[in-house]
C-alpha cells in the first residue's frame, strides 16, 4: 500500500542528541580523546579569561571553538561561515562541538574574533601537546626514533601583490621563470626577490619553490614523527628559505634530545632526505647525542653521513620508517585542504597546521586504539 506523503512534526521529542550519533561512528573515539586533552587545558582557559572576570558578555566557550575548528579540518570545510551554516542542521556537528539541538549557532565574525584568542594564549599548541602525550601513556609511541621532513605551503597571496618594498601599491601581470628556489624571478624584464620585494597582502610569506615546481609566496611547514607508528611528535612553520627545514629540525629533535637526557634515555635516532645531508647538521646531530640516519647524498660530492652509521641495520631500518612522515603531508593537504591557507601572518598559519596535525594525530590514533588497544 502507498504510503501519504504527509509531515507531523512533533511538539516534543524525548531522544537525546547523542542517540542520533551510532555507536561506531568514528568521531566517538576521537570526541573522547579531544575531551580528555581538553580537561587537562583547564587552567590555561580560566588564565585566558581572566582580564573579563569583572563582567561582560561570555564568549564562545574556547572548548566549543577548538571542538569546532577541529570539525572543519576534518571535513575539509573552507570557511568558518560554511561550519556555521552545516552546524546549523547537522546534529552530528552539534554533538560533537557539544551544542544542544535548541542552541543558536554562533555568527561567523564572532568566531573568527574569539579564535584569536586561543592564538594570543597558544591554546591550540597546548592541545596538540597533551594529544601527543595522550598517545604516549598509550604505548603508541617509541620516543626513541624519529623522522623529520618539511613542505611548502602556499601563502594565501598573489604573485600580483609581490612588489617593491619602498612600493605604494600595484602589481602586474607575471611570466613565471623561477631559478631554483632563490626566490628570483622575472616579471616582464623586471627582477625581483625577497629581498627586494614583498606582499603587501601576506608580509610573511616568501618567494620559494621546492624541485622542479613554479615559485610561489610559501611559507614551510615542518614536522617531526616518531617511527613507531608515524605519529606527529612535532610541528612548526618557518618562512620560507634554503636552511629552514634543517634549522627546524636541529630544534625539534634538540628538545627530544634534552628530554632523553633528563630521563636517562639513550639511542635517539633521525631519520631524513637527502636535503639534510650537510656536515654541520650531522655534527649537530651528534653533539646533541642524536645518531643522524639521514639519506646519503653522493652526487658529485661526498656524504657528511658516517660510513658506520650507514651500515648499520638501524640506519636502513629508519630509511624504511621515514617515509610515514608523507602521510602526514598528504593527509593536510588532501583532506585538511591546507595545500594553501586561507588565513595570513606566520603565526596564525602555524596554528592551523599544528591543529592540522593534530587532528591527523586524533584520526591516527582511532585506527590505533581499533587495532592495537593495548601498549607495545
Not at 281 to 288: G, H, K, L, N, R
Request: hydrophobic fraction near 40%; charge should be positive; aromatic fraction near 8%.
Amino acid at each position: 500500500m502507498r504510503g501519504a506523503d504527509t509531515f507531523t512534526e512533533s511538539l516534543f521529542t524525548l531522544r537525546r542528541l547523542d542517540d542520533f550519533v551510532p555507536a561506531d561512528h568514528p568521531l566517538r573515539p576521537i570526541r573522547a580523546m579531544v575531551n580528555q586533552a581538553l580537561d587537562k587545558m583547564d587552567g590555561l582557559f580560566a588564565r585566558m579569561y581572566e582580564a573579563d572576570i569583572k563582567g561582560g558578555r561570555p564568549s564562545i566557550a574556547p572548548e566549543k571553538l577548538l571542538r569546532a575548528m577541529l570539525l572543519q579540518i576534518f571535513f575539509g570545510m573552507r570557511s568558518e561561515r560554511q561550519l556555521m551554516e552545516q552546524t546549523q542542521y547537522n546534529l552530528l556537528f552539534r554533538w560533537f562541538i557539544g551544542l544542544a539541538m535548541d542552541d543558536a549557532v554562533w555568527v561567523p565574525t564572532v568566531f573568527t574574533k574569539n579564535r584569536e584568542r586561543l592564538i594570543e594564549h597558544e591554546a591550540i599548541i597546548e592541545l596538540f601537546k597533551h594529544i601527543v602525550q595522550t598517545a604516549d601513556q598509550r604505548g603508541w609511541l617509541s620516543n626513541e626514533h624519529f623522522s623529520v621532513d618539511g613542505t611548502l605551503i602556499q601563502a594565501w597571496a598573489s604573485h600580483k601583490s609581490f612588489i617593491r618594498k619602498d612600493a605604494p601599491g600595484g602589481g602586474g601581470d607575471s611570466a613565471d621563470t623561477g631559478d631554483g628556489g632563490t626566490g628570483h624571478l622575472t616579471f616582464k624584464g623586471e627582477k625581483r626577490g625577497n629581498a627586494t620585494h614583498a606582499s603587501y597582502t601576506d608580509a610573511d610569506a616568501r618567494l620559494y619553490r621546492k624541485g622542479k615546481s613554479a615559485s610561489q609566496l610559501s611559507y614551510m611547514g615542518h614536522t617531526l614523527s616518531d617511527n613507531r607508528h608515524g605519529l606527529i611528535a612535532n610541528a612548526v612553520v618557518t618562512i620560507a628559505e634554503g636552511h629552514a627545514e634543517r634549522e627546524a629540525a636541529k630544534a625539534m629533535i634538540g628538545e627530544v634530545a634534552r628530554e632523553a637526557a633528563s630521563d636517562e634515555r639513550a639511542g635517539i635516532t633521525l631519520g631524513a632526505d637527502k636535503g639534510y645531508d650537510a656536515r654541520e647538521f650531522i655534527q649537530a646531530c651528534q653533539d646533541m647525542g642524536v645518531t643522524p640516519h639521514v639519506a646519503r647524498n653522493t652526487s658529485g660530492r661526498r656524504s657528511a653521513v658516517p660510513d658506520a652509521i650507514a651500515a648499520s641495520e638501524g640506519y636502513a631500518q629508519s630509511q624504511r620508517k621515514r617515509k610515514l612522515i608523507e602521510q602526514g603531508f598528504g593527509w593536510a593537504k588532501v583532506a585538511a585542504r591546507i595545500r594553501q591557507v586561507m588565513v595570513r601572518g606566520r603565526k596564525r598559519v602555524e596554528h592551523l597546521f599544528v591543529l592540522t596535525m593534530a587532528a591527523y594525530n586524533l584520526t591516527r590514533m582511532r585506527t590505533l586504539g581499533q587495532v592495537r588497544p593495548q601498549a607495545v
